[in-house]
């Protein structure tokens, strides 16, 4: 009994003794200047960094650990910002036994009002990289516990403006070799709260070039949540890891708000895909994507290992209405075009397309239902697109609408905000243009063929209309205007007589051959028109830049008692804005008009039933046909060279 005592009595007598031990030790080893001073010149250098601490204090109990304030160690001399981090206030906790050898081996960090500031430079080096990697050569880790709270993390690239996330709350824990390690964080960002939680294998390895571990990761933000599992890069550089992402969210606008997009109305978003990179090639594979009612699915491949970015993809979409798309996506609507223009002032989005400078890649887009903006609505939609630099050629598109189809190809260059495009349109009617575009006409048939070679300039839709080079041929067959108005506006023009009635306009045929050059067509005999009653060859302009036009022609009977007012007047003139031409008597033919009508009185009409007659046997040739023939291309090239002289 006596013995056990004993012994009991050395073990208890040992440990207080080794404790003594370990706090003079310890004492020594954490005197608050020494420790100042070692730090800085360790900083100094190993790392080529200044190092500043204010006040410093040890703390042996219940555990070792240095209570620091005003701790600030500088970013290289590259960088934007001043300082790595700045911390207010900064706990490091110490195992014990190390320290009786003059080790120091960090258990746990905890920090509040930390400002870490990470910024990379526009060559690509990173500031919390360290010469020869001794960024932790005079400390050991066996991290158990991290903590944060009242901090903020800035992220800044080059010149660009810096991205900041407050650090609401960050516990971080796991073993003392940093595996298992789980963690609970709450980021805010203008308002907007991110919630993160998750747990990694093996952290041991971070920072490391290439380094990973197999982990989930939790994200909330508003409604929106999102899963992200599998081997999880543990490197900024992210050049190698192996996800699977998800993503649900019955509204985005609080993960909008979080990343500092300002968004209209969200539609649902249900969003998945499989990620695989390797050394800076990823590819992407599974992609669905649901927004609203449009559903997207697709696969592709980014390579980063070259000197520029390489990317291929191939998408594939079942509908997509472009106006709601863009609200689904949170964009504001359009404001409505002005009442004289044919297109809105809106920006184009040239700027997506210079963004891509400095990359490569190719596109194989379908989609099953596109609505364009305008209402029409085009299936089998489908594209080949290349991109070099901030240059995209469409190599060929196509797809049916319309009760037709359209075909071709174009090229946009986004520094020069210029375009080419060649477009052919067969059997496309004007029945269903109008009726798609929500036109309050009432017009059947009316088969189209579309034939444009073109470039353009310009930010706006109205700017690269007002610049358009290039021939557009436009050719309409037969069609029946059902229009009391407009069947007695030809029932007046052409003859009270005429073999027509009165409630519709039979249209045969419509031609123009619109030889535009910086937005100007002009020329003689560039529209015709025929109907079974009366037809129309005209000449003059239509002009893009203010988007007006004026014609003139003369409206001539195909059969019949020709006594309507063409009888008397030489030619009409259609004037005004292209959004809502009219239809007047050309003031030049006002004379002749007054001579005719005077000869009419004064034969009591005979003259006037002679020359019906001749017009009725002898109609002039197809105005439609007049527009393409020979002579006219001819009188208009003539017309050219003399206007260049």
Known sequence: MRKGRKALWWVVSG?????????????????????????????????????????????????????????????????????????????????????????????GLYFDGLKANFNVANDGRRSWEFPGEKALSSFSMALTTVSAKNSRVRFRRGNDEANTWQIQSLVAGGRQDLRDVEFDMQLERDNHLLQLDGKIEDISSLGQDGAVSNGVVNAKSGQASAIISGRIPLDLAMNNFDLVVAIDAPSTQEFFGFLGKKQGTPAPLKASVTLHTVNKKTDFK????????????????????????????????????????????????????????????????????????????????????????????????????????????????????????????????????????????????????????????????????????????????????????????????????????????????????????????????????????????????????????????????????????????????RSGVNLGISTFANSVKITGQLVKPEMSLDESGAVGAIARVGAAIFTSGLSIIATSLWDGANPESDPCHQVFSQKAKAANSKAKRQARD
Not at 342 to 363: E, Y
Request: hydrophobic fraction near 40%; proline fraction near 4%.
């Open 286 to 557: 599974d992609l669905k994507l649901q927004l609203g009612k449009m559903n997207l699915s697709g696969e592709g491949q980014l390579n980063l290992r070259g000197k520029r970015p390489v990317f291929s993809a191939q998408l594939r979409a079942d509908r997509v209405d472009m106006i709601q798309t863009f609200l689904d996506a949170g964009q504001p609507p359009l404001q409505p075009k002005k009442a004289d223009q044919l297109f809105r002032d809106n920006p184009l989005a040239w700027h997506l397309l210079v963004a891509l400078n400095g990359s490569q890649g190719k596109i194989d887009a379908s989609i099953a239902a596109l609505k364009l903006r305008s209402g029409i609505e085009v299936t089998d939609a489908s594209a080949k697109i290349s991109v070099n630099d901030d240059r995209m050629t469409v190599n060929k598109f196509s797809g049916k609408l319309l009760g037709g189809t359209a075909a071709g190809d174009a090229s946009f260059d986004g520094s020069q905000k210029a375009v080419q495009l060649n477009l052919q349109m067969q059997d496309v009617t004007l029945e269903q243009w109008f009726q798609q575009t929500g036109k309050n006409i009432n017009i059947s048939g009316g088969k189209m063929k579309v034939d444009a070679k073109i470039a353009a300039l310009g930010s706006t839709m109205n700017q690269l209309a007002a610049t358009i080079t290039g021939p557009v041929d436009i050719q309409v067959g037969p069609a029946k205007i059902l229009s009391p108005k407009a069947g007695q506006a030809e029932f007046w023009l052409t003859g009270l007589f005429s073999a027509k009635d009165s409630d519709r306009v039979d249209l045969s045929c419509v031609s123009a051959r619109l030889p535009f050059h910086s937005g100007l067509a002009d020329g003689e005999s560039i529209v015709g028109a025929r109907s079974d009653a009366s037809q129309l060859l005209t000449s003059g302009n239509i002009d893009l830049r203010d988007q007006t036009l004026d014609l003139h022609g003369r409206v001539r009977a």
């Open 15 to 107: 440990v207080v003794l080794t404790c003594v031990i370990g706090i003079i030790t310890l004492s020594a080893l954490t005197d608050g200047k020494h420790l100042k001073e070692l730090a800085r010149d360790k900083a100094r250098q190993e790392w080529s960094r200044d190092l500043m601490i204010g006040d410093l204090a040890l703390q042996l109990l219940p555990y070792p650990q240095l209570h620091a304030k005003n701790v600030m160690l500088s970013n290289p001399d590259w960088a934007r910002d001043k300082y790595l981090f700045d911390a207010e206030d900064m706990r490091v906790e110490f195992a014990f036994l190390p320290l009786l050898t003059g080790k120091f081996v960090i258990s």
